[in-house]
C-alpha cells in the first residue's frame, strides 16, 4: 500500500543580518514552505528570496503568521483582541500574497506561528478570528493546523480546507494537544525514535502519547522545523525512510481535496 503525506518546514525566519536556517537546501526537499510574513521574523528582502526559491522548486506556499513580537520570535503568548488578531492575519498574509503575486506563483496555505497556532488550537474566539479572516482574503487556501483542535473546528466552519498536521519532534498529550514546550519530554531529541513515530502516524494512524498511551491521529502533513541544527539532516532521513516505506511525499493540493 503507498501513502501520501506533505511535508512542511517553517522558513524565511531569517532577518536582516541575522540567518536563521538552510532555506536553500531544505526547500527542494519539502512539498510546502511555511513563509514567515515580518512580525515574528522574515523581512522584505527574506521573504522575497524565499517565494523565488519555493517557486523554482515546485515546493507549495503558505502563509506563516505570527504575533508583532520579533524580540521573542512569536512564541510569547500576546493577548489580542479579536479585531486586533484578524488585522494581524490579514495584513501578514496581504504582504506575504503580494510577494506572491510578484512571481507569478500561488499562495497554496496559511498556518499560523508559535505562541498564535499553540493559542488558537485551545482558544475558540482566537481561532475564529484567524479563520474568518484566512476566509474573508481567500476561502480556496487551506488552513494547516492540528486536526484535533479549535483551530481545525473554526477552519471547517468558516468554509476552510483543513490539512491536519503532526509534528516530528513534538510529544503528545492523551486529548491529541501537543505537549507544553516547558514540560520534560516535550521534544523528541531522537532522530530514529521521531521517523518511528511518524511512519505509525502516516500508516497506523495513531501516535503514542508521553504517557504510553496509544491514540488515534490523522496526518495530511508532517512538519519540520527549520530553524533546527539538524533540520536539514533530519528532512533527508525521513525521505529516504518513507521511500523504504511506501510513503510518498505530495503536495497539500494533491492530498487535500
Avoid: W
Amino acid at each position: 500500500m503507498t501513502y501520501k503525506v506533505d511535508l512542511n518546514s517553517d522558513l524565511g525566519e531569517s532577518f536582516g543580518a541575522y540567518k536563521i536556517g538552510q532555506d536553500d537546501q531544505i526547500i527542494p526537499l519539502v512539498s510546502s514552505a511555511n513563509v514567515a510574513c515580518g512580525f515574528h521574523a522574515g523581512d522584505p528582502l527574506v521573504i522575497d528570496t524565499t517565494i523565488a526559491l519555493a517557486k523554482s522548486h515546485g515546493t507549495g506556499i503558505g502563509a506563516h503568521p505570527g504575533f508583532p513580537d520579533l524580540m521573542g520570535f512569536g512564541r510569547r503568548n500576546l493577548q489580542t483582541t479579536v479585531r486586533e488578531t484578524s488585522a494581524y492575519i490579514t495584513y501578514q498574509i496581504g504582504a506575504l500574497g503580494a510577494f506572491v503575486t510578484a512571481h507569478n506563483a500561488k499562495l497554496q496555505h496559511v498556518k499560523p506561528h508559535g505562541a498564535l497556532y499553540n493559542m488558537a488550537c485551545q482558544d475558540a474566539p482566537l481561532a475564529k478570528a484567524i479563520t474568518e479572516a484566512v476566509a474573508r482574503y481567500d476561502d480556496e487556501l487551506i488552513l494547516l493546523c492540528p486536526g484535533a483542535s479549535e483551530l481545525a473546528l473554526a477552519a471547517k466552519s468558516s468554509g476552510l480546507r483543513v490539512a491536519k498536521e503532526v509534528f516530528a519532534d513534538r510529544s503528545y498529550e492523551k486529548d491529541g494537544s501537543l505537549v507544553a514546550r516547558s514540560k520534560e519530554g516535550a521534544m523528541i531529541t531522537d532522530e530514529a525514535l521521531a521517523i518511528d513515530r511518524l511512519v505509525q502516524m502516516i500508516t497506523q494512524r495513531t501516535v503514542t502519547t508521553i504517557d504510553g498511551a496509544i491514540i488515534p491521529i490523522e496526518a495530511d502533513s508532517i512538519c519540520v522545523h527549520g530553524d533546527g541544527p539538524k533540520a536539514l539532516d533530519f528532512v533527508r532521513t525521513i525521505r529516504q525512510t518513507f521511500d523504504t516505506k511506501g510513503i510518498q511525499i505530495a503536495s497539500l493540493s494533491e492530498i487535500i481535496a
